[in-house]
C-alpha cells in the first residue's frame, strides 16, 4: 500500500501553524478554519502516517492541500477512498500499484512536486523509480548512486513525465527518419515518448483512454468510444488498460490482475469524482450559491458527441453546456458554470476574479488556425471535407465537455505544445520550454516506393501516429479533464508549463489571444478553482 508524502509533509506544516498561537488565530479567522475544518482530518491521518503507520482508508470531505488551496476527491461508494483494494495493491514483480501514480493527493494523479519529495525521502527507494519507464531511458544509466538515480529519473522529478515506449507499426505510411534523444533512447523502431500520468478520476467524461487514445483504438484491439456504444466501451477499454498497466509500468507477468481484480478496479475508478473544493483567496469554493468541488459532478449530464453533432460551420459545437441528449435543442455556448453565482459581487472581492475567469473562458474569442484535427481537411484526420482554415471559437470549442473541459467527441487534436522551434530547440512555436526533450523526424513514405518523400515534421510527441501509423496523426493527442488542475502540476502531456499562468501564455502566444494582466490574472484563478 502506498503513502502519500507529499500530502504527509504540507499536512503536517499546515497542523503546525494551525497549533501556534491557536487562541488569536481562532479569533482573528474563526469563519474560514470553520469552513477548513476537513484539512485536521487529513492533517491527523499525515500524523499517523508519519509516524510509520498507514491507514487504509480516507473519509470523503477530506481535503488535500496544493499550491492554490486545496482538491477533494469524492467516492459514490462506501464513504470514502479504500486503500485497500487492487487499485492500490502491488499485482506486478517491481512493488508498483496503480497508486504509485495516481495518488488522492494529488487529484488521482502525480505532481513533479510529489516525486521529488518521494525521491528525497525514500533515496530514491520509492516503488515509482524504475527504470521500466520511470528512468528518462532505461539502458546506459547508472543507478548505483544517489546522484546517478537523480540524473536517471531527472524527467520524473523535475516534470513528472513516465517514459512511454512504443513500436513504431510495421504498416506506418511513414519513415522514422532520425531520433536525437539526450537520454540515449535513440532507437527509430521504438520511440520513447514523456508523458504525464492522466488523472484515474472522473472518468466517466472520458471519450478516449491514453494521451494518444491507444486503449480506445481498433489498432490496439480496444474500442473506440462512441455515442452508441458508450459507456460500455469505456469500462472495457478501463479493464485492458488496468491489464496493461499492470504488465508495463508494474512489470507483472501477465497473470494478474485477474479478470475480477480488473473489475474491481474499474469500478473504484468509476466511482471518484475530483475537483477543487477550497482556495486560499476563495475559501470553499461551494460558498455563496457556486457549485465547486466534486459533489455536483456526480450527476452532471454528459454523453459522447456523435460526428453528426460536431459541425465546425456552425459558431460553436452543438454539443456543450446544458444539451443531455443530442438535438435537444438547449445548447448553450457556455461550457462551464459553476461560478455563476458570484458573478455580481464586488469586483475586488477575489470569488468575482474567478467567476470573471470562467466568462472569458467560456466567451473570449479565439481565432482557431494551424490545429490538426479542426482546420485540416478530413482525409487528414480533420473533422470537415476540405478543413478550416480559420475558426473563430472559444476555450470551449476544444474544451467542450460541459463543466469538465475535455473533448466529448473521441478525436486527438494538435495544437503545437509537442512542436519544437526550428530556430531555438529549447522552445516551440507557443513558447513552451521543450528543450528537455527528444526531436523525432518522421517523413511520409511514397506508396508505391516505400521511401522517404519531402513531407516530413519534427515533433517531441508522435501521438496517435505511433499508435495508428498515420502521418497526418503525428503530434495529435487528446485534451485531458480540466478538474482538479491544482493537484497535480505541471501541466499539458509533456509537463512543458509549469504553472497555470505558463499554460495562458502559451495560449496567447500560439493563438495570438489578446488578454489584459487582469484576464490574465481572471483566468488563473478560474483553472485554479476546478
Same mark, same amino acid.
Given at each position: ?338 461560478? !455563476?453565482?458570484? %458573478? $455580481? /459581487? #464586488? ?9 470573471? @475567469? +470562467? *466568462? ?85 513514405? !511514397?506508396?508505391? %516506393? $516505400? /521511401? #522517404? ?9 508522435? @501521438? +496517435? *501516429? ?65
Amino acid at each position: 500500500m502506498q503513502t502519500f508524502p507529499a500530502q504527509q509533509s504540507r499536512l503536517t506544516r499546515f497542523l503546525s501553524l494551525f497549533s501556534a498561537r491557536r487562541s488569536a488565530f481562532w479569533r482573528r479567522h474563526k469563519g474560514l478554519l470553520m469552513s477548513a475544518a476537513p484539512f485536521l482530518v487529513a492533517a491527523l491521518m499525515a500524523v499517523v502516517a508519519a509516524s510509520g503507520q498507514q491507514f487504509s482508508f480516507i473519509p470523503n470531505g477530506v481535503f488535500f492541500p496544493n499550491a492554490n488551496g486545496a482538491s477533494q476527491t469524492y467516492s459514490t461508494t462506501g464513504g470514502g477512498i479504500d486503500l485497500t483494494g487492487p487499485f492500490f495493491q502491488s499485482l506486478g514483480t517491481n512493488g508498483r500499484s496503480c497508486g504509485t501514480c495516481h495518488q488522492p493527493s494529488d487529484g488521482m494523479s502525480v505532481s513533479a512536486a510529489n516525486v521529488q519529495q518521494r525521491f528525497v525521502l525514500t533515496r530514491g527507494k520509492d516503488p515509482i523509480f524504475r527504470a521500466v519507464d520511470g528512468s528518462n531511458c532505461n539502458h546506459n544509466i547508472d543507478v548505483s548512486t544517489f546522484a546517478g538515480m537523480s540524473a536517471a529519473y531527472s524527467l520524473l522529478r523535475t516534470r513528472g513525465l513516465i517514459r512511454v515506449a512504443i513500436a513504431v507499426s510495421s504498416n506506418a505510411d511513414y519513415r522514422v527518419v532520425s531520433v536525437n534523444n539526450p537520454y540515449g533512447c535513440n532507437e527509430s523502431d521504438v520511440i520513447s515518448m514523456y508523458r504525464r500520468p492522466l488523472p484515474t478520476t472522473n472518468l466517466r467524461f472520458l471519450s478516449a483512454v491514453m494521451f494518444d487514445g491507444r486503449e480506445s483504438s481498433t489498432a490496439t484491439g480496444t474500442t473506440k468510444i462512441l455515442y452508441s456504444n458508450y459507456p460500455t466501451s469505456l469500462l472495457n477499454d478501463l479493464a485492458h488498460q488496468s491489464s496493461d498497466a499492470t504488465t508495463g509500468h508494474a512489470q507483472g507477468d501477465g497473470t494478474r490482475p485477474t479478470p475480477e481484480e480488473q473489475q474491481q478496479i474499474v469500478n473504484f475508478e468509476m466511482a471518484l469524482f475530483t475537483a477543487q473544493a477550497f482556495g486560499f483567496r476563495t475559501a470553499r469554493l461551494d460558498a455563496q450559491g457556486a457549485s465547486g468541488g466534486p459533489v455536483p459532478l456526480v450527476n452532471q449530464p454528459f454523453f459522447i458527441s456523435s460526428y453528426s453533432s460536431v459541425n465546425f460551420l456552425l459558431p460553436q459545437f452543438e454539443q456543450p453546456g446544458g444539451l443531455v441528449i443530442p438535438g435537444d435543442g438547449q445548447f448553450t455556448p457556455a461550457i462551464f458554470n459553476p461560478f !455563476d453565482a458570484w %458573478t $455580481g /459581487l #464586488p469586483s475586488m472581492h477575489p470569488r468575482a476574479a474567478v467567476a470573471r @475567469g +470562467q *466568462a472569458i473562458f467560456n466567451s473570449k474569442p479565439i481565432n482557431i488556425t494551424g490545429v490538426a484535427g479542426i482546420n485540416d481537411d478530413v482525409s487528414a484526420g480533420g473533422l470537415l471535407a476540405g478543413g478550416i482554415p480559420s475558426l473563430q471559437g472559444t476555450c470551449g470549442t476544444c474544451h467542450d465537455t460541459p463543466n469538465m473541459g475535455n473533448h466529448s467527441f473521441p478525436t486527438p487534436l494538435d495544437i503545437g505544445t509537442s512542436d519544437p522551434n526550428p530556430s531555438n530547440p529549447s522552445a516551440n512555436l507557443g513558447g513552451l520550454d521543450v528543450g528537455y526533450l527528444p526531436t523525432i523526424t518522421v517523413c511520409k513514405t !511514397d506508396p508505391g %516506393t $516505400g /521511401l #522517404p518523400t519531402s513531407t516530413c515534421k519534427t515533433t517531441t510527441d508522435l @501521438g +496517435q *501516429a505511433l499508435i495508428d501509423g498515420k502521418f497526418d496523426h503525428v503530434g495529435k493527442i487528446k485534451g485531458p479533464i480540466l478538474r482538479g488542475l491544482s493537484a497535480r502540476a505541471p501541466y499539458f502531456h509533456n509537463g512543458s508549463a509549469a504553472t497555470l499562468l505558463d499554460a495562458v501564455h502559451f495560449y496567447e502566444v500560439r493563438f495570438g489571444l489578446v488578454l489584459t494582466p487582469q484576464e490574465e490574472s481572471d483566468l488563473v484563478a478560474f483553472l485554479s478553482a476546478l
